[in-house]
C-alpha cells in the first residue's frame, strides 16, 4: 500500500504563484511517473503534468511556460511551480503516482488540493 498526500493549494489572485507538492510512502520499490491533473465540477480529470522516472516531461498546453513539475527522488516528491495563475486554473489537483513494489506495478491517486484564482 501507497499513500499519496498532496499540499499547497489555495487562494490566491489571478498573476499569483502558488507551489503544490506531493508525497507518496509506503511499499515503494521504485517510481515510474509522477503526475498532476486537476478536475472541476461536471468535468473529467485532466491531465496537467507529468514526470517520468527518466525525467521526461509533458505539459497540458494550456500550462505551458506557466507551470513547472519537478520531483525531489530521495523524498519520492513531486512538487508544481504554477506562475501566472489565472481564474480558469481554478480546480482540485491531484497527485497521480506509478510505483513498482518490485513485483508488481499499482497507481495511486492523492486525495486532492483545492487551488482557487480569484479575478
Known amino acids: 500500500q501507497v499513500d499519496v498526500v498532496e499540499s499547497g493549494g489555495g487562494l490566491v489572485q489571478a498573476g499569483g504563484s502558488l507551489r503544490l507538492s506531493c508525497a507518496a510512502s509506503?511499499?515503494?520499490?521504485?517510481?515510474?511517473?509522477m503526475n498532476w491533473y486537476r478536475q472541476t465540477p461536471g468535468k473529467q480529470r485532466d491531465l496537467v503534468a507529468a514526470?517520468?522516472?527518466?525525467?521526461?516531461?509533458n505539459y497540458a498546453n494550456s500550462v505551458k511556460g506557466r507551470f513547472t513539475i519537478s520531483r525531489d527522488n530521495a523524498k519520492n516528491t513531486v512538487y508544481l511551480q504554477m506562475n501566472s495563475l489565472k481564474p480558469e486554473d481554478t480546480a482540485v489537483y491531484y497527485c497521480?503516482?506509478?510505483?513498482?513494489?518490485?513485483?508488481?506495478?499499482?497507481?495511486?491517486w492523492g486525495q486532492g488540493t483545492q487551488v482557487t484564482v480569484s479575478s
Open positions: 497521480y503516482v506509478e510505483v513498482y513494489d518490485g513485483k508488481y506495478q499499482h497507481a495511486y
Open positions: 509506503g511499499s515503494i520499490f521504485s517510481i515510474n511517473s
Open positions: 514526470l517520468t522516472s527518466g525525467g521526461l516531461t
